[in-house]
């Protein structure tokens, strides 16, 4: 053998009888490298198993700080939405004890900005008027009178609507009466059961102001206009031109489409404010329950001129302000006992606009009147007092007495309805939410909420600035 390698080579050696291997200093060096080897593949295994702990542990980490955020989410939800319960109960009772049932509460005479119950917060979004620059939030009560009846408005006062098309408004006369026969422009079961999705025309009253989305010529454009999330004011994206939903032209006017200026819910009880009975002028013949409140309350002489020159056929009077015009009443006199009179034997009058409340594109719309003669109305409220505005009287002389008999059976001074628009959020300005209510008083007794709408999926209503300010909240 040579010996200059043997010492690296296994080599036999006879021990009692047998053959055994020993190991060479070559060998030793071959397990010791397998055994560093072995100590490797240990390690990068250790090393996966504890970056898959770490990954597994990320994971849930992630998953529980989720769960936290949806829950604090929830609870700040659930926070919105019993402000909102809050509010609803407090506008009843803000309704129910007013001192001047029947009138448009005045706002600055209950909450209805950044009201806070507990950590929640709501805000009863209103509609400016005259007064305001009509781009900033107002906040208040909304009379439902303000605007024109579905089921009463003539088609000339549907038509001279902003926004309202001929063909829609000869619609929502065929919708709402009980014939089979299409008006002019109009359309009947026809043409609804031509559609993909068939179905009649409902020839009966409408039950909601969102029925006309079922009406031909009822599309989201013209209902909603500009104001997509109707909350009368321009947003940025109802004030960008077509870069965001809505369409709309940029001018910084916001068109709040024909919802804005209708309703299903305004009438008053036919009844005086005391609760007893009015005096059908139109049944009086000859007059003598008439005369005899004429005589009390303005003297015996004062009352027999006054049916002296309205002459025997008072049923031919419409209004009770024809009947003051008729008679040569002055404002003071027709203010004493207009309360008192009525031509209607009906238990609720329907659909009469309130002339102290409404805008001028809806009193524009009312027989006798026209943009010019409304915007007199609107500039000449201004100036008069609460009282004064009680009484129909005061429009007299700001119009003829032509334009005031035409338009006297359309107007009121009266609101029993009102919608409150609430939206809230939770204690870090998050969990918003948004309920459209509608409230009658006309029953007495306690108010009743007639409609309620969830408004939460229409977005962000509150404005520019108090969203910028919850945002900021929430991020720090």
């Given at each position: 053998?040579?010996?200059?390698?043997?010492?690296?080579?296994?080599?036999?050696?006879?021990?009692?009888?047998?053959?055994?291997?020993?190991?060479?200093?070559?060998?030793?060096?071959?397990?010791?490298?397998?055994?560093?080897?072995?100590?490797?593949?240990?390690?990068?295994?250790?090393?996966?198993?504890?970056?898959?702990?770490?990954?597994?542990?990320?994971?849930?980490?992630d998953s529980m700080l989720m769960e936290y955020r949806a829950s604090d989410y929830n609870s700040e939800e659930r926070e919105a939405a019993q402000a909102i319960e809050s509010a609803r109960r407090y506008i009843g009772y803000v309704l129910k004890s007013s001192e001047t049932p029947g009138y448009l509460p005045d706002p600055a005479s209950y909450e209805n900005e950044a009201v806070k119950v507990n950590d929640a917060t709501y805000w009863i979004i209103g509609r400016g008027d005259e007064n305001t620059d009509g781009k900033t939030l107002t906040f208040g009560l909304v009379s439902e009178a303000s605007k024109l009846n579905l089921n009463t408005a003539t088609l000339e006062m549907l038509e001279a609507l902003p926004g309202m098309s001929a063909e829609l408004a000869a619609s929502i006369i065929d919708w709402r009466d009980p014939d089979s026969d299409p008006t002019a422009n109009g359309v009947e079961s026809n043409y609804y059961l031509s559609l993909g999705t068939p179905y009649n025309c409902k020839n009966a009253p409408f039950e909601t102001a969102e029925e006309l989305r079922l009406v031909m010529g009822g599309n989201r454009d013209v209902l909603y206009g500009e104001d997509l999330n109707q909350n009368g004011i321009p947003d940025a994206n109802e004030d960008d031109g077509d870069t965001l939903n809505p369409p709309d032209n940029a001018d910084g006017i916001l068109d709040p489409g024909v919802l804005e200026y209708v309703t299903v819910y305004s009438r008053?009880?036919?009844?005086?404010?005391?609760?007893?009975?009015?005096?059908?002028?139109?049944t009086q013949r000859p007059p003598r329950e008439l005369m005899d409140f004429l005589q009390q309350t303005l003297g015996s002489d004062r009352a027999n001129q006054i049916i002296g020159a309205i002459g025997p056929n008072l049923n031919d009077i419409r209004s009770p302000l024809e009947f003051c015009l008729r008679g040569k009443m002055t404002p003071a006199e027709f203010a004493q006992i207009s309360d008192a009179l009525t031509v209607s034997s009906d238990q609720y009058l329907r659909g009469l606009v309130n002339v102290n409340t409404a805008s001028a594109k809806v009193l524009a719309c009312i027989p006798g009147l026209d943009s010019a003669s409304a915007e007199k109305l609107v500039a000449a409220r201004r100036d008069k007092s609460s009282d004064e505005l009680k009484c129909l009287a005061w429009v007299v002389g700001i119009l003829d007495d032509n334009t005031c008999i035409q338009a006297g059976p359309y107007l009121t001074t009266r609101s029993y309805q009102f919608r409150a628009d609430i939206a809230a959020v939770g204690e870090n300005g998050r969990g918003y939410r948004r309920d459209l209510m509608t409230f009658d008083t006309s029953g007495g007794g306690d108010p009743v909420v007639v409609y309620r709408k969830d408004m939460s999926r229409f977005g962000w209503a509150l404005g520019a600035e108090l969203r910028k300010k919850y945002s900021g909240a929430v991020n720090e």
């Open positions: 053998m040579h010996r200059g390698v043997d010492k690296y080579l296994l080599y036999p050696v006879k021990f009692t009888g047998r053959s055994r291997i020993y190991p060479t200093k070559f060998s030793r060096r071959s397990r010791s490298g397998r055994f560093a080897s072995q100590r490797g593949v240990t390690l990068i295994v250790v090393m996966g198993i504890c970056l898959c702990l770490v990954v597994i542990a990320l994971y849930f980490s008053e009880p036919n009844k005086r404010a005391d609760g007893s009975a009015r005096i059908n002028i139109t």
